[in-house]
């Protein structure tokens, strides 16, 4: 079978799928043939992202939901299993960051930091497995951690990776005698909005670096021809959200009996964004 359409007849969820790394995995498993479910809170760039993906030939459902919420994720997995019958891959995507110090940070940003990162996937990763053990399904759990999690001083965002890699390492001795997998990938600086929640210095002096004199606002995201120009720009310091997707569908197209624990996926020289 060609690589090409190598996923045909399986159904995959990923979270966070309106944009950056979760967009460009949500693409490549429906250019690959999986029938795709798109989570997110933002529904416009999503109905985009299905568009292009059937306008290919692929298949893609939009579920706009906010995953803080358990019975949110709860839902997402039971529409894809409703809808096709069954789940073959899941992506627990969906992560935020608030880089301040724990002297300065918020609380509120703490919770929703560990809701997103860390509760959410959680959940994500119970009903995946319990819906790929319900179907059958030679399944593949991935959860996206980051390098920051192999730093001790990496603040609470760091904390909420740390748990994540413990997370799943301990599903994935729980599911050793099943044919799911589960694997963890850890992306280093990516050209993403991620860093929207960063300070307006330090956003924008990555972007003079890569030519451009948009002045970021916190909270606002860049635009996608400006984070265009820094991907082409910035290669040595940022890898592109397809980089991390190649990494996925080359995790989901391995045989059962490869059991990938972790991956790392990074730009030639380590970013290290600590909290500000």
Known sequence: MSRATDLKDQTAIVTGASSGIGRAIAEGLGSAGAEVFLAGRTQEPMEQLQKKIEE???RAHVVLSDI???????KLVDA?????????????????????????????EWREMLETNVLALIVGCQSAARAMRSCGAEGKIIN???????????????????????????????????TIRVTTILPGATVTNFARNFSPEFTGAILKMAGSDLEPVRGQRVPDEVLDQVSGRLQERFADPVHVANAVLYVVR??????????????????NLKPQ
Do not use: C, F, W
């Open 56 to 58: 290919a030939g692929g």
């Open 80 to 108: 894809a299993m409703q809808k096709t019958g069954r789940l073959d891959i899941m992506v627990n995507n969906a992560g935020i960051e608030h880089p301040a110090s724990i002297i300065d940070g918020e609380p509120e």
């Open 254 to 271: 391995q045989p059962i009996e490869i059991n990938i624990e972790d991956m790392v996926v990074r730009p030639p020289h380590a970013l």
């Open 68 to 74: 803080r919420e358990v019975s949110a994720v709860r």
């Open 144 to 178: 996206i951690s980051s390098v920051a999690s192999q730093r001790r001083d990496s603040g609470v965002y760091g904390a909420t990776k740390h748990a994540v890699n413990a997370i799943s390492g301990t599903l994935r001795a729980e599911l050793e005698a099943d």
